[in-house]
């Protein structure tokens, strides 16, 4: 079975450029998370998609950052304009819809670098 | 105060070495705890889920003391391979909070 995928692996930018990273879940989890490490600190939540619906963004940094769940399959976290503090790792997870007690599949990350 | 915190790290210890790690969180309204790794580079994968009973995954043992909200994870007869970062992780819902995380180096 297919884990939890992210594309780019690595993207490289300009502060004040559009970046907008994809995620594909494993097929079937409902529950799809956005997390991000910056450089020395722990990974931190930034929002939740149950299917295509928000279930809980309160993680994002600012209105620079934009999530997408269409048709609630794969995700889409846009960050326009990027500023360099955007740096670090976003992953994404997946987790299927059993209550508690999820384990959540990570996906390999996307190392983003604000220059 | 962060909401999840652990031993600094980090930990280098002999092949065959037993190691003990411990987690702290602060949400005492929190439901779920995991214990994940994470390979240089890599993302997060589950090594086990923390019971109320405790719980023992071959060379690996998790505990939870809940009136203490403190975790824990010991490692027994450490190979070359236990190697990695090993992450407290915290949920009093659906959304992970992660600690810092603990770096373990298992020398031959």
């Known amino acids: 079975e297919a884990g939890v995928t992210q594309f780019p692996s690595h993207s490289v930018i300009e502060k004040g450029q559009t970046v907008t990273l994809r995620c594909d879940p494993i097929s079937g989890h409902d529950n799809l998370y956005w997390y991000r490490r910056v450089m020395g600190k722990e990974i931190k939540f930034l929002l939740h998609?149950?299917?295509?619906?928000?279930?809980?963004e309160s993680g994002m940094p600012n209105n620079r950052f934009l999530a997408e769940r269409t048709g609630g399959t794969y995700s889409t976290l846009k960050v326009q304009p990027a500023e360099l503090e955007d740096s670090g790792v976003y992953f994404c997870?997946?987790?299927?819809?059993?209550?508690?007690?999820?384990?959540?599949?990570f996906g390999p990350g996307t190392r983003l670098t604000v220059l | 105060r962060k909401e999840v915190e652990q031993d600094p790290g980090p930990f280098n210890v002999p092949e065959g070495a037993t190691v003990a790690f411990n987690c702290t969180y602060s949400?005492?309204?929190?439901?779920?705890f995991f214990w994940y790794r994470q390979d240089c580079r890599k993302e997060p994968k589950l090594l086990m889920s923390v019971y109320s009973s405790g719980n023992e995954d071959g060379r690996f043992t998790a505990q939870l003391n809940r009136a203490s909200q403190y975790i824990s994870l010991l490692i027994r007869d450490s190979k070359l391979s236990d190697s990695a970062t090993y992450l407290c992780v915290v949920s009093s819902g659906q959304n992970f909070v992660f600690g810092p995380g603990t770096r373990l180096s298992v020398l031959p």
């Open positions: 998609f149950v299917k295509e619906s928000k279930q809980d």
């Open positions: 949400n005492s309204a929190s439901q779920s």
């Open positions: 997870a997946s987790s299927e819809n059993r209550g508690q007690n999820n384990e959540q599949f």
